[in-house]
């Protein structure tokens, strides 16, 4: 009986800390914004489950800057951006402080997605943290 009840409180401060992947609607997709240096910006940022934007347009030119970061907690999170092929452009881990990634992409759609996963449990791209960034000429 005590074993049982100590399961189930881990299982709940689990859950608690885990969380759940939020529903949201679909949302437009964002658009990198061009500095006074004609380098296209964009920030996202990753957390429990999620990214946000999870859509992204931006140009073939000029160079491409994505700032990633993390909102506050407990689980690891990481960025991975993949070409249509499926090679890995990037793969860095996320964290409060914001990291500048820069690119020079050619017109297409690229995947991003966090692929960390707990023990036998769902990945945290299957739970819902991808995104798409699509570059158009």
Request: aromatic fraction near 8%.
């Amino acid at each position: 009986m005590k074993a049982r009840l100590l399961a189930r409180a881990s299982l709940i401060t689990f859950s608690v800390l885990v969380g759940n992947a939020p529903a949201t609607a679909a949302e437009p997709a964002a658009v990198a914004v061009s500095g006074a240096d004609g380098v296209q910006r964009i920030a996202i940022v990753g957390g429990s489950y999620f990214f946000r934007p999870a859509r992204i347009v931006a140009r073939s030119a000029p160079p491409l800057e994505i700032m990633v970061s993390m909102e506050s907690g407990l689980i690891p999170h990481r960025f991975v951006l993949e070409a249509a092929d499926g090679r890995v452009l990037a793969d860095v881990p996320l964290a409060e402080q914001p990291q500048t990634l820069r690119f020079e992409l050619p017109a297409g759609e690229y995947a991003f997605h966090c692929p960390n996963r707990l023990l036998f449990f769902s990945s945290h791209r299957e739970r819902g943290m991808s995104g798409v960034l699509r570059i158009e000429e």
